[in-house]
T-cell receptor, first 115, second 114 residues
Framework: GEDVEQSLFLSVREGDSSVINCTYT??????LYWYKQEPGAGLQLLTY?????DMKQDQRLTVLLNKKDKHLSLRIADTQTGDSAIYFC???????????????FGQGTILTVHP | DAGVIQSPRHEVTEMGQEVTLRCKPI?????LFWYRQTMMRGLELLIY????????DSGMPEDRFSAKMPNASFSTLKIQPSEPRDSAVYFC????????????FGSGTRLTVV
C-alpha cells in the first residue's frame, strides 16, 4: 500500500536549521519529492531525490534518504521567515502499472519561523 | 510557458448551484491531475488523466462530481449540485511522461459554497 506520513508542525527560530521528516511505506517508490506551499498559492517543487541516492544538496536544502527505514528528511539551513510555509513530502514509482505518474502526498508539515 | 492556469481563482456559490472549475495544463504535458485541499483531509487526489483519458477516478467523492478533458489543453471539474462541504481549494496539476521531477501545480481555485 501507499502511505506517506509527516509531523504536522515545526517551529524554529530565524537563523537556525529546520529538519522536516517524512516516512513512507511503499518500498518500490522510485522518486521522492519535497514541495513547498506558501499561503494562497499552489504547491511548488523544491527538490527531489532518486531512490538509489542517499543525499542531495541544493544550496540551503539538504535531502537525506534512508531507504532501509523508508525515512526522508529535508534540512533547511539558516532558516528565514520567508521559509514559513507548508512542506509536503511525496513519492512516486517509475514506469509500470497505473501508479506511474501518480504522486502520493503526505499531509504536510507547517513550518513557522520566528524572528 | 505560463504554467498551469486555473480559473476562476475564487468562486462563491449558493448550495445547489452548478460549479465548473477550469484548468489549462502546460503544453506538452500528458498527465493532468485534479486535487482537493481542506484543513481536515489535507490534499486528496480526485481524478487523473493520461492523454485526455481518465485513468483513475476513485477519489471523486460522489456522483455530483464529474471531470472531463476534451482535448490536451483543457480540463473541467464540475460539481452539480454543490454543497457546503464541497468548500475547499481545488488544484490542477500536470506532468509529462519521463519527467521525473513531479508535477507543476496551478494556483488553485478557492471554492466557497454557502
Amino acid at each position: 500500500g501507499e502511505d506517506v506520513e509527516q509531523s504536522l508542525f515545526l517551529s524554529v527560530r530565524e537563523g537556525d536549521s529546520s529538519v522536516i521528516n517524512c516516512t513512507y511505506t511503499d518500498s518500490s517508490s522510485t522518486y521522492l519529492y519535497w514541495y513547498k506551499q506558501e499561503p494562497g498559492a499552489g504547491l511548488q517543487l523544491l527538490t527531489y531525490i532518486f531512490s538509489n541516492m542517499d543525499m542531495k544538496q541544493d544550496q540551503r536544502l539538504t535531502v537525506l534518504l534512508n531507504k532501509k527505514d523508508k525515512h526522508l528528511s529535508l534540512r533547511i539551513a539558516d532558516t528565514q521567515t520567508g521559509d514559513s510555509a507548508i512542506y509536503f513530502c511525496a513519492e512516486s514509482k517509475d514506469a509500470g502499472g497505473t501508479s506511474y505518474g501518480k504522486l502520493t502526498f503526505g499531509q504536510g508539515t507547517i513550518l513557522t519561523v520566528h524572528p | 510557458d505560463a504554467g498551469v492556469i486555473q480559473s476562476p481563482r475564487h468562486e462563491v456559490t449558493e448550495m445547489g448551484q452548478e460549479v465548473t472549475l477550469r484548468c489549462k495544463p502546460i503544453s506538452g504535458h500528458d498527465y493532468l491531475f485534479w486535487y482537493r485541499q481542506t484543513m481536515m483531509r489535507g490534499l486528496e487526489l480526485l481524478i487523473y488523466f493520461n492523454n485526455n483519458v481518465p485513468i483513475d477516478d476513485s477519489g471523486m467523492p460522489e456522483d455530483r462530481f464529474s471531470a472531463k478533458m476534451p482535448n490536451a489543453s483543457f480540463s473541467t471539474l464540475k460539481i452539480q449540485p454543490s454543497e457546503p462541504r464541497d468548500s475547499a481549494v481545488y488544484f490542477c496539476a500536470s506532468s509529462r511522461v519521463g519527467q521525473n521531477y513531479g508535477y507543476t501545480f496551478g494556483s488553485g481555485t478557492r471554492l466557497t459554497v454557502v
